[in-house]
């Protein structure tokens, strides 16, 4: 069974950092591409970035750019996404995000990922 487990997130003022991570139990990270997406109030989700199987990061979001960084410790099987300058407009509740299929491309579309983490709330203050 796979399983995403999410950790982090909080409230931090504006301009403040924070650190993701989400936790992989059931398969090796490293054959999958694992993603980053948002959802604020209202709004769609949002994609934020992705790591494909190489762990390079892949087809990251103007709002991420700059900002957001997502690593991976193969060790710890463990995704991060590292966000710093974070503004209001970043409050959203954040998802990590994986594909079925070994070696799957990495997507921008929710709706190609099957497997999600719980979720973790990201508040910033201004």
């Known amino acids: 069974q796979v399983l995403l487990t999410q950790f982090g997130g909080g409230s931090v003022q504006a301009g403040g950092s924070l650190k993701l991570s989400c936790a992989v139990s059931?398969?090796?990270?490293?054959?999958?591409?694992m993603a980053w997406f948002r959802q604020a109030p209202g709004k769609e989700r949002e994609f934020l970035t992705a790591?494909?199987?190489?762990?390079?990061?892949?087809f990251p979001a103007a709002s991420a750019r700059g900002r957001f960084t997502p690593s991976r410790d193969l060790a710890e099987n463990t995704v991060y996404l590292h966000m710093s300058n974070l503004t209001p407009e970043d409050t959203a509740i954040y998802y990590c995000?994986?594909?079925?299929?070994?070696?799957?491309?990495?997507?921008?579309?929710?709706?190609?990922?099957?497997?999600w983490g719980q979720g973790t709330q990201v508040t910033v203050s201004a």
């Open positions: 995000a994986t594909r079925v299929r070994q070696y799957a491309t990495t997507s921008t579309d929710a709706r190609n990922y099957d497997y």
């Open positions: 790591l494909d199987t190489g762990g390079d990061e892949k």
């Open positions: 059931g398969r090796t990270i490293n054959w999958y591409p």
